[in-house]
Every structure is written in C-alpha cells, then in structure tokens.
C-alpha cells in the first residue's frame, strides 16, 4: 500500500525547544476534537523534550489519551536503557497507570549480546504485544501482497530516527524492516548499534495505518535521510524513507534548521 504522490506537511524550527512547541499543538489540537485519542511513543533525545512539554497538559490528557510504545529494549522495566523509563520519568509517572500500554520483557532474554541468543524470549514479548495493541486497538482490514490482516489503528504515532535512517526499531536489513504479516516484530540493532540487546517494534503497516505521523528530527546527521525521504527521483532506501511515503494518514515533519537544511 502506497501513494503515489506524497505531500507530508513540514514545519522547520530553530531548535529543538520549538520542535518540542510545534509537536505538542498539533498533539493538542487532536484532543481537542473530543474523542479520546492513542499515542504510540518513540525513544530519543528530541521526542524526551516533547514528554516534558506536554505536561503542561495534564489536564487535557488524563482520561483523554491511551500511551503505547513504538518500539522497547527488552531489558526489565525499571532499567535505565528502556524506552518505557525515559517516558515514565519525563511525563508517564504523572499519567494514571491504566492509560500506559507498555511492553512486558519477563519473557525474555535480554541480556544476551548474541542475535542468536533470547530469540525464543523476544518473540515470545512481541507476540504478548501485539495480543495487547490488538486488544486496546480499533482494528481496520489490511490487504497487501496475498496477506489478508487486521490492523490496529493508532492516532497518532510520534518517531524520531537514527542516523543510518533507523525508525523504532526498524533497523535496516533487519527482520522488522521486512516483516509484511504482523503487527509487532521482534529486532536486532545493526552492527554499530549499542545497545547490542533484543527489542521488539511496531512494524512498517501500523505506522502506515496511523491517522496521524508526527516525525520529529533535529540535527544535521538527519538532514540526508530527510532529503531522501523527501526527493521524488531518488528517494533513500534507509528504512523510514521506505515507509513513510505508503502513510494513509497526514504526515508532518517537524525539523530543525540543520536536519531541513537544502530540502
């Protein structure tokens, strides 16, 4: 599923403060249609700084909004290292418990830094996900390529992405980057990755099949991966240019001057 003509909107900012601002009032202006809405987070520096925004919003969010998590470390909750953790601590601990749908890594090997080792762990976490987005999810039919499947639905879907144009934990040449028939797949970082542990992520259809993709980027590591994304003649082959352009929802980009520079 694809669309032909991809016309995301862009807004650039000075820095990632304003990156931060810019997110947060289009997150805002959503609730305010009066549905409670779903999130899926990302881990990053720049979508940490939008947590610690919206919670000037509480009072909007409570009861308003369900947090899911785009991708997670399978390493035990309270650690450090985990997606769930940088979110907890910048605006989770003030969201009632029952609105966050997190990952559950029990099942898992995650100190493991061979790919062969917690394999049977990491599926095991994914599958217990994607039972819990099927759940807590409205479900559409998605049809592509002899697969007839549900699809979860999410409102809104933050990313940010790495260097090597790296989404969730979408890696290139990785399982997830492939996977066509599942909604959650488990993932291994690329060599240069660290930390090298098992993680399990939304797949390439959710985010395509989310109302709203909200790509925050700052920095000019990121400013190659944009323009290939953005290009019409030679569009990157880096993970999250793949994708994005097969969004059925609006796609905004909020960048920063040095990712948006020459686009």
Same mark, same amino acid.
């Given at each position: 599923?694809?669309? #032909?003509?991809?016309?995301? /909107?862009?807004? !650039?900012?000075?820095?990632?403060?304003? %990156?931060?601002?810019?997110? @947060?009032?289009k997150i805002i202006q959503i609730l305010q249609k009066g549905r409670p809405i779903t999130i899926a987070l990302s881990g990053g520096s720049t979508?940490? =700084?939008?947590? &610690?925004?919206? +919670?000037?919003?509480?009072?909007? $969010?409570?009861?308003?909004? #369900?947090?899911?998590?785009?991708?997670? @470390?399978?390493?035990?909750?309270?650690?450090?290292? #985990?997606?769930?953790?940088?979110?907890?601590?910048?605006?989770?601990?003030?969201?009632?418990?029952?609105?966050? !749908?997190?990952?559950?890594?029990?099942?898992?090997?995650? #100190?493991?830094?061979?790919?062969?080792?917690?394999?049977?762990?990491? /599926?095991?976490?994914?599958?217990?996900?994607?039972? =819990?987005? &099927?759940?807590?999810?409205?479900?559409?039919?998605?049809?592509?390529?002899?697969?007839?499947?549900?699809?979860?639905?999410?409102? $809104?879907?933050?990313?940010?992405?790495?260097?090597?144009? &790296?989404?969730?934990? !979408?890696?290139?040449?990785? %399982?997830?980057? @492939?996977?066509?028939?599942?909604?959650?797949s488990i993932a291994f970082p690329s060599p240069s990755m660290r930390p090298k542990v098992w993680r399990v992520s939304i797949t390439p259809h959710? $985010?395509?099949?989310?109302?709203?993709?909200?790509? /925050?980027?700052?920095?000019?590591? =990121?400013?190659?991966?944009? =323009?290939? !994304?953005?290009?019409?003649?030679?569009?990157?082959?880096?993970?999250?240019?793949?994708?994005?352009?097969? +969004?059925?929802?609006?796609?905004?980009?909020?960048?920063?001057?040095?990712?948006?520079?020459?686009?």
């Open positions: 599923m694809s669309n #032909t003509q991809f016309h995301p /909107l862009i807004e !650039i900012c000075q820095d990632p403060d304003a %990156i931060s601002e810019v997110a @947060r009032q979508p940490k =700084k939008l947590y &610690h925004t919206l +919670c000037k919003d509480l009072s909007l $969010i409570h009861n308003n909004v #369900t947090f899911f998590l785009g991708d997670e @470390r399978l390493y035990p909750v309270e650690n450090d290292q #985990t997606n769930y953790h940088m979110a907890f601590q910048a605006l989770l601990h003030k969201v009632p418990s029952n609105q966050v !749908i997190g990952v559950d890594p029990t099942a898992a090997i995650a #100190t493991s830094e061979d790919e062969r080792g917690g394999v049977a762990g990491a /599926l095991a976490a994914a599958e217990d996900y994607e039972a =819990k987005l &099927h759940q807590r999810l409205p479900l559409t039919r998605w049809v592509e390529n002899g697969n007839d499947m549900t699809m979860p639905v999410i409102d $809104i879907v933050l990313l940010g992405f790495g260097s090597d144009g &790296h989404t969730a934990s !979408i890696f290139p040449d990785s %399982i997830a980057s @492939r996977e066509t028939a599942r909604t959650v959710v $985010i395509q099949n989310a109302r709203q993709v909200i790509v /925050l980027a700052a920095g000019k590591d =990121k400013n190659w991966v944009i =323009k290939g !994304i953005l290009s019409e003649e030679c569009p990157s082959e880096a993970p999250v240019s793949r994708f994005l352009r097969g +969004c059925k929802g609006e796609v905004l980009f909020v960048l920063d001057r040095e990712a948006a520079a020459d686009i």
